[in-house]
């Protein structure tokens, strides 16, 4: 198993040295400072590495996507709707006719319908369900993607870590490493699917651009010692990775991607932006959020999930797929979330409102039990009656899926701080 | 006893289990049968105080679409299926299981008994044999895709009083005149206001034409849905209603009500087509009443309910409404001593 | 996982009492009357003997006036300025040059900014409420009487800008009590999980819930007026299930006995409601209540005897600050279980706050004046010692609007500029201020353990906007001096005042006189890579 690198703390008091994690085979390579070896010096060892990588795509289904409508439907019931129950390939499970393509995937999948979570407005819930844990007044905890990119992550990696796509203008939320830095913060697209400033301008050459750029290091470097501030450290390091991240551009253009994939993914933007993800984590991105707004539906709730389910089961059918037959899906987790679900009562708009007392969640890919399913909620989706878990359990299960330990600690000053809280444990009967 | 649209009045208002989607009753008789949100179809009487609803059991979503022809029921449902009732004993006679790809949003019967038509989700209009339940013909004229890309929905369908013209509605606001005996399609018409995509801030549609009707010399078409809507989460747009004459192609009417907020769910032409009877909601319900000659409102009222379906008598006096946990219905005309 | 409400009594009960550790008694302080800079040298030297560690020298004269015009006048100094201050050899030029940055109107526009991030973080407020603080700054208002504003202003046809500090947090009752206790009184009530200790009595609840009953009548209107009701109690569950209504206690203990709440009938309550449903009509503020609850706090918390948590957040604020590490860290866990390594310090200059009015400028003044503020900031030898010794001065980063109001100086033709302190500064600095603030868009806001993030590098490397202001040949930019300047030392030598406030060193022109030299063919773009390399690097970007 691939070993994680030892935790660089952050602390002024709490200074650990950097461990190159190939072990023997880096042996004479070691950086005695903030320094890392360069791993892809070798080739083989560069690609034994990139097979081994995990990697995290986050589909978030912005505004609170119905339960009842994707992965526990109520058919039969008051409040079930008129969508009808489906048979997956997974006997004993059924879930919503809007998602036929995953219903012969769901041994890829599985379903976690006990989150109760008590969040049910757009802030907070999304707040919790992004970090895993509400912020307290003194500590700003990171989110999903900050840890994944601190955890996954390479120091001197050329593509970004954490890349974040929320286009739709509404609860538009950028991502935050919290107490982890800006280090750890995303490439945050919102109106554009390329980020912004990624292009060398016209005016300058390629030759100037990288000249300039190492003199600035060499100024950097020169007023770094004996500063002992991790924070100009970071200064010099965000610099070291510009042009890395420039080169990354490519990975954002669609249009490299070969037709037949475009089209497989379809002509929606969300496809679009699925399609680009596939595209980063390929290349070693380690975290990439796709946000799909705006899910909202206090009224007319079926007419809109009639629409935005059958995306995402088209979408999300796809992207497994695809990542199948690269090889990637084992190394791949992919979760759809959103900020809470929606109320099994229906409004006379014919909608559902925010409902964050019993709603689902989905994993699949790796470290995953394909086809299991966790919890259970009342006949009339009201309460969770089986598993009741809240935000801490489903993170605690996503680090151990994808081989993090999630009582491990990172520390802010000198304040340990475990990944889950106290007393949090993964739900082990969705895991691998 | 001549109907007179200024004096609307609430008769009767009673609950209902569930959601009514749909309504038939014949004119001269007191007993309606409503579709519903728990896949039942009930029966009321509305001679009757207290209604308690006879419930027939077959579909298993819900009933939106209800037609009387001949001696049975034709019902529609989201389950995809079409059942024939027998009235007398409260049974399925008769169900087609896989009547249409996709979720049944109407159902239709021909004045004349010689076909039921159903719309739905796969965008295709079917007319069938009320007697033998056979398939006569297939009507596609609507596209499958909206122009964002995402599956359409067919929500609505009339017929001629003659029962030679169909007429069917869908998401986009494309509208298709049929004749009946062909299939052939006549005319289209087009209200796109009725159909909202947003693609900043929700990247997603609403709204769509949700009530259709021939005028009673079949000369003019009417359509229902809602107006642009800011904020799509909501049914928060002016109800709006397009009236058009179907073979010239031009629209002679249209109202947007900014108050009354939300879909115009059905439609009616009073006697002579002086007048024009509308209702819906959003988290309420509303009627409204146009006298189509002064292109002006008559009646803007509330209704106790958001309203799916109505059906107004042949003489125009009185006016039954079905929707979300209620049934009310109303008159229109002096009250009588 | 741990609810809230469990959270602050593990931290309640770990702080033992909610007293702060009680102060030293005055004879064991230095006289009152010594000057601040003295004090601050005596009590932070006396530590540093006391553990034999030698501090760092004082920073060189160049690194001193950069500092000391980026703390007081949020800028690094112009070349005018700091080539006078190298070369002075006036003994007083340190009080002087702090004097005359503090009579600048640059002060007041930084401090502004500075008490603004304090107060309003990232909430968008209203215009009035930078105005409110500007002109309270322009005034040196007394910090006490400032926080009287902003909790007690009254509402009229305009609303007050002093307002904007509860009008953002009007909606969130946690919030309003949680930041009033942790900015003004340097605690944070909600803090959690930072102790071990096991829960201990309803006491403790009484202190959370007991602040918490100060803002618990604050509303705000329809009309978007701050209100306070004259009714309305805060109720609690107790670790024994009881339900009690909380009593007013602040932070040290000390209870407020109110007068009883008016007693209404129901037909009073509804004619209230409705006079009020009025007045939102109207747009008119609500009318203020017979007690305020808030005005209590207010009053409570500046008496004697009360007032030393009030004193000790603002000294601890402007301490770390100026210092970049406060005498207590973090700078809201002001308590028992977290003393200062410097309590006298602490002690004496919370007094002197006190005993003075509550002055802000003649805190900073005197912190700046300090031996222990001008030490260099560079440790080469072994490890770097603990912050709280203050040995060693902290790297700090420049705020967005630090940041962009230097550029704009860095890279200006200074002689084409008003002199700092002359009668078209003003106007000009002013201008300078108002446009930095679109920095807060790329650039950080500087917190604890900060870090730069990728977005700010590619930013300032791909961004045609750096370029267009920054690098421009216009007549009013540098490198229209720099270009076609036959003398290349010369050259870099000016763009090394302007930028870095100091000459560069031997190794650093041999550095750029190379680069120049392979560049012949292009030296306008080679003189803008040399340019955009300063002003990019870390010793641009930090005050250190």
């Known amino acids: 198993m691939a070993n994680r690198r030892a935790n660089f703390c952050g602390s002024e008091d709490h200074l650990i040295h950097r461990r190159g994690f190939l072990g023997a085979a880096a042996a004479g390579a070691f950086a005695a400072n903030m320094g890392v070896l360069n791993v892809l010096q070798s080739p083989t060892l560069a690609s034994e590495l990139k097979r081994q990588q995990k990697h995290v795509i986050l589909l978030w289904l912005a505004g609170g996507a119905s339960q009842l409508e994707t992965w526990d439907p109520k058919p039969g019931h008051d409040n079930g709707g008129p969508f009808r129950a489906i048979e997956t390939n997974v006997p004993g499970v059924h879930i919503s006719e809007l998602l036929p393509k995953m219903a012969q995937r769901m041994h890829t999948t599985c379903l976690i319908r006990s989150l109760n979570t008590r969040n049910a407005d757009h802030g907070g819930g999304a707040e919790l369900m992004e970090r895993g844990r509400r912020d307290e007044p003194t500590v700003k905890y990171p989110d999903l993607g900050a840890i994944i990119a601190r955890e996954l992550g390479r120091p001197d990696s050329e593509v970004p870590d954490y890349v974040s796509m929320y286009t739709t203008s509404e609860g538009r939320r950028k991502g935050s490493a919290g107490f982890l830095g800006a280090r750890y913060a995303p490439m945050f697209l919102d109106k554009e699917l390329m980020p912004a400033n990624i292009r060398r301008l016209e005016q300058i050459s390629d030759l100037d651009h990288q000249q300039r750029g190492e003199l600035r290091q060499m100024l950097g470097e020169k007023f770094a010692r004996g500063r002992g501030s991790h924070s100009v450290d970071s200064h010099n390091g965000a610099y070291k990775r510009v042009r890395g991240l420039m080169a990354s551009e490519k990975l954002f253009d669609v249009s490299l991607e070969p037709q037949k994939y475009r089209d497989a993914y379809g002509p929606t933007q969300f496809g679009e932006q699925t399609l680009v993800a596939r595209r980063l984590i390929e290349a070693g991105v380690p975290f990439v959020k796709v946000a799909r707004g705006w899910w909202d539906s206090h009224g007319q709730n079926f007419e809109t999930h009639l629409e935005l389910v059958t995306e995402l089961d088209h979408v999300m059918s796809t992207l497994i797929d695809d990542l199948e037959a690269r090889g990637l899906l084992e190394h791949t987790l992919i979760i759809t979330l959103g900020e809470f679900g929606r109320t099994p009562r229906i409004n006379p708009s014919l909608g559902r409102d925010h409902f964050a007392s019993a709603w689902s969640a989905s994993l699949t890919g790796c470290g995953i039990k394909g086809g299991a399913v966790w919890g259970k909620s009342s006949p009339d989706g009201m309460t969770v009656v089986d598993g009741e878990v809240g935000a801490g359990e489903l993170f605690a299960t996503i680090f151990q899926a994808l081989g993090i330990d999630h009582k491990k600690d990172y520390f802010l000053g000198s304040r340990p701080i475990p990944l889950t809280n106290p007393g949090i444990e993964p739900i082990r009967d969705v895991l691998a | 006893m001549t109907a007179d649209p200024n004096k609307l009045t609430k008769k009767l208002e009673t609950g209902t289990p569930g959601i009514l989607f749909c309504l038939d009753k014949r004119d001269d008789s007191s007993l309606i049968h409503c579709g519903c949100s728990d896949g039942k179809v009930y029966t009321f009487d509305l001679s009757e105080e207290k209604q308690a609803g006879k419930p027939m059991e077959g579909h298993t979503s819900y009933v939106t679409g209800v037609a009387l022809a001949g001696k049975h029921l034709v019902s529609g449902s989201f389950d995809c299926s079409l059942i024939w009732w027998d009235l007398e004993t409260g049974k399925p006679i008769r169900t087609i299981k896989d009547a249409h790809a996709r979720w049944i949003r109407g159902v239709k019967a021909s004045p004349d008994g010689s076909f039921v038509a159903s719309v739905a989700d796969d965008m295709v209009c079917r007319l069938w044999d009320p007697e033998s339940g056979k398939l006569l013909r297939a009507l596609q004229g609507h596209e499958l895709q909206t122009p964002h890309h995402y599956p359409s929905m067919l929500y609505a369908c009339a017929i001629s009083s003659d029962s030679k013209l169909i007429a069917t509605a869908d998401r986009v606001g494309h509208i298709v005149v049929w004749e009946a005996e062909s299939g052939r399609s006549l005319a289209t018409l087009e209200a796109p206001v009725m159909y909202t995509w947003d693609p900043t801030q929700r990247r997603h549609s609403i709204g769509g034409i949700r009530s259709i009707t021939f005028s009673r010399d079949n000369k003019l078409v009417a359509v229902g849905g809602i107006g642009k809507i800011g904020n799509i989460d909501h049914l928060d747009g002016p109800s709006r209603i397009e009236v058009f004459d179907w073979q010239a192609g031009e629209r002679t009417h249209e109202f947007s009500h900014d108050k009354l907020k939300g879909l115009v769910e059905t439609l009616a032409f009073g006697p002579d087509d002086a007048w024009l009877v509308a209702s819906g909601g959003d988290h309420g319900g509303f009627i409204q009443i146009y006298d189509l000659k002064e292109k002006k409102a008559i009646k803007e009222e509330k209704a106790p309910m958001h309203v799916h379906d109505m059906l107004l008598s042949a003489d125009g006096t009185s006016l039954c409404t079905v929707g979300h946990g209620r049934v009310a219905t109303w008159e229109l005309k002096e009250a009588t001593a | ?544």
């Open chain 3, 1 to 544: 996982m741990l609810r809230a409400f469990q959270r602050i009594l593990l931290c309640a009960a770990a702080c033992g009492i909610w007293g702060i550790a009680a102060a030293a008694p005055a004879e064991d302080l230095l006289p009152a009357d010594r000057p601040i800079p003295e004090v601050v040298d005596h009590y932070i030297d006396a530590e540093l003997q006391k553990r034999e560690i030698k501090p760092a020298a004082q920073a060189s004269d160049n690194e001193v006036i950069r500092r000391i015009t980026l703390d007081l006048a949020g800028r690094i100094p112009t070349v005018a300025e700091a080539q006078a201050y190298v070369q002075s050899s006036d003994p007083k030029k340190r009080e002087q040059l702090v004097d005359r940055l503090l009579g600048l109107p640059d002060f007041a526009l930084h401090h502004r900014n500075e008490l603004d991030q304090l107060l309003a973080g990232n909430d968008r407020m209203e215009g009035s409420w930078r105005d409110y603080l500007l002109t309270a700054c322009q005034e040196n208002r007394p910090w006490d009487v400032m926080f009287r504003e902003m909790m007690l202003s009254e509402e009229g046809q305009t609303s007050p800008g002093a307002l904007g500090f509860l009008k953002s947090r009007a909606k969130d009752m946690d919030r309003m009590t949680g930041d009033t206790s942790s900015i003004f009184f340097g605690v944070d009530i909600t803090c959690a999980k930072c102790h071990d200790h096991p829960l201990v009595s309803d006491w403790l609840q009484d202190h959370y819930f007991g602040m918490q009953s100060f803002f618990s009548r604050t509303y705000l209107t329809k009309a978007n007026f701050v209100a306070e009701s004259d009714e309305g109690d805060v109720k609690f569950k107790t670790t024994a299930g009881e339900t009690k209504s909380a009593q007013l206690m602040f932070l040290t203990g000390t209870v407020v006995t109110e007068p009883a709440p008016p007693q209404r009938t129901d037909e009073e309550k509804k004619q209230r409601k409705e006079e009020l449903a009025k007045l939102d009509e109207q747009k008119q503020p609500h009318p203020a209540p017979q007690y305020s609850r808030r005005a209590a706090l207010v009053d409570l918390a500046l008496q004697p005897g009360e007032r030393d948590f009030f004193a000790r957040a603002a000294v601890n604020r402007v301490w770390h600050r100026l210092f970049g590490w406060g005498l207590v860290n973090p700078v809201d866990q002001m308590h028992s279980g977290n003393p200062p390594m410097h309590p006298e310090l602490i002690d004496w200059l919370a007094r002197d706050f006190i005993e003075h009015g509550y002055d802000l400028k003649r805190l900073i003044r005197g912190l700046a004046l300090s031996q222990a503020y001008s030490r260099s900031s560079i440790w080469l030898e072994g490890e770097r010692p603990d912050r709280d010794l203050f040995a060693v001065a902290n790297v700090k980063p420049l705020t967005p609007r630090q940041l962009g109001v230097s550029l704009d100086l860095a890279s200006r033709n200074q002689a084409a500029m008003p002199v700092a302190g002359d009668d078209k500064w003003k106007d000009f600095i002013t201008g300078r201020e108002s446009r930095a603030g679109r920095f807060t868009a790329w650039v950080e806001v500087p917190n604890e353990d900060f870090q730069v993030s990728v977005t700010e590098a590619l930013y300032f490397s791909n961004n045609a906007e750096i370029v267009n202001e920054f690098l421009s040949s216009a007549n009013d930019r540098l490198m229209s001096q720099l270009t076609g300047q036959e003398d290349r030392e010369a050259a870099l030598q000016a763009a090394a005042w302007n930028t870095l406030s100091r000459p560069f060193d031997a190794e650093e022109l041999q550095l750029f006189k190379n680069y120049l030299a392979q560049r012949e063919d292009n030296l306008p773009a080679a003189w803008q890579q040399v340019l955009w390399a300063v002003l990019t690097s870390p010793e641009f970007r930090f005050n250190h």
